[in-house]
Each structure stands twice: as C-alpha cells, then as structure tokens.
C-alpha cells in the first residue's frame, strides 16, 4: 500500500501562472516532509522541505503548505517557468527509520 | 567537489547474467540507498545501508545484493534472478541530521 500518493500523473500550465501540486499522506508518524525534482536521465534534486511542526514554508517562487489533520501537502510554483518542467516527487520520513518514502511524481510541463 | 557518482550511465545486459552498478560518494555520508524507477511507479528501495558493514532490504530486494565494505561506496549487484531488471537505478546518501537526499544521476540498465 503506497503511504505517498501523488494522484496526478501530469500538469500542464501556462508560463507565468500558478503551477499547484499535491501529495497525500497515510502514515501519521511521518514527520518531515520533502520535494524532489527530477529532469530525465538525471538524479531528483532537493527542492524545498517542511517539518510537521510547521504548515508552511518558503523559498523564493517555491512554496510548501502542510495540512496535517487532512495528511496533504502542496507545493506551489508562483510564477511557473518553462525550467520548471520536470517531474516532481513528494518524500516523507518518520525520523526513526531515518529513511524516504517517495510518491510516484507529477510530470510538471510549462508551457510558453 | 563534492557529491556522488554512479557509473556506468549506460548498462547492457545479456540475460542470465550478473551486472554491478558502483556508487561512491565523498560527502562523509553514513547512509546509502539503492532505489529503482519504473515508469509511473516513482522510487521504490531496494536496498540501504546506514553504517559500513550492515544493510538492509528495502521494499523490493529479490534479485539484488549490496555490499558496503567502505563508507564511500555501495554497488548493487542485480543477479540473473532479478526477473525484470531494465530499469533505471538511483543511489543517495545521506548525513542522517538532515533527512534529506543527495542523489547521483542514475544508471539506465537495459536486459538485450
């Protein structure tokens, strides 16, 4: 059974305007939460991170929000760049595992 | 510089045989991982290793063995009894304090 569900494949959505991915979560022990960017043939690259104590956190264009009584989290794009076109994986930890449970990405196309 | 590499970034491989991918990494990372990516499946684990000496399966270890005699390196032997092995594999380590991953760029492997 997959803990990290990201239920959507793919998005497309024009240069410029809010790129908005989402992550669901079944384990209510994860506790640090992660994205992952990935373009093809290359290894994923740390993009931006959340702890549970927090539902929110920003870094430049890059925004994750946390919802925990509904176990989702969101990663906001503002404004989307044609660059941004990669694939997108969603990752949690328990801490105690000290290891990733990765989702099965979203393929972000922007368009120009 | 540091960081992590995977070798070859091109794998061929007759069935019935055994092929090793190498890992090494020179950030003074404790942790290791094998993942594999599959079309539409994200990054399922194989195998990690979170001090020299000692590993342990992942979610999908059939077919696969690791060694870690040194804290730089984790090759992946993918055996004959791996049924499908094209795929392309990711290696990541980690500090540990940080739950984050820093990953190589992959290997494709392909079974001809």
């Known amino acids: 059974d997959q803990q990290v569900k990201q239920n959507s494949p793919s998005l497309s959505v024009q240069e410029g305007r809010i790129s908005i991915l989402n992550c669901d979560y079944t384990n209510s022990m994860f506790d640090y939460f992660l994205w992952y960017k990935k373009y093809p043939a290359e290894g994923p690259t740390f993009l931006i991170s959340i702890s549970s104590i927090k539902d929110k956190n920003e870094d430049g264009r890059f925004t994750v929000f946390l919802n925990k009584s509904a176990k989702h989290l969101s990663l906001h794009i503002v404004p989307s760049q044609p660059g941004d076109s990669a694939v997108y994986f969603c990752?949690?930890?328990?801490?105690?595992?000290?290891?990733?449970?990765f989702g099965s990405g979203t393929q972000l196309t922007v368009l120009p | 510089d540091g960081g992590i590499t995977q070798s070859p970034k091109y794998l061929f491989r007759k069935e019935g045989q055994n092929v090793t991918l190498s890992c090494e990494q020179n950030l003074n990372h404790d942790a290791m991982y094998w993942y594999r990516q599959d079309p539409g499946q994200g990054l399922r684990l194989i195998y990690y290793s979170q001090i020299v000496n000692d590993f342990q399966k992942g979610d999908i270890a059939e077919g696969y063995s690791v060694s870690r005699e040194k804290k730089e390196s984790f090759p992946l032997t993918v055996t004959s009894a791996q049924k499908n092995p094209t795929a392309f594999y990711l290696c990541?380590?980690?500090?540990?304090?940080?739950?984050?991953?820093?990953f190589g760029s992959g290997t494709r492997l392909t079974v001809v």
């Open positions: 990752a949690a930890s328990d801490g105690s595992a000290r290891q990733l449970t």
């Open positions: 990541a380590s980690s500090s540990g304090q940080f739950y984050g991953y820093t």
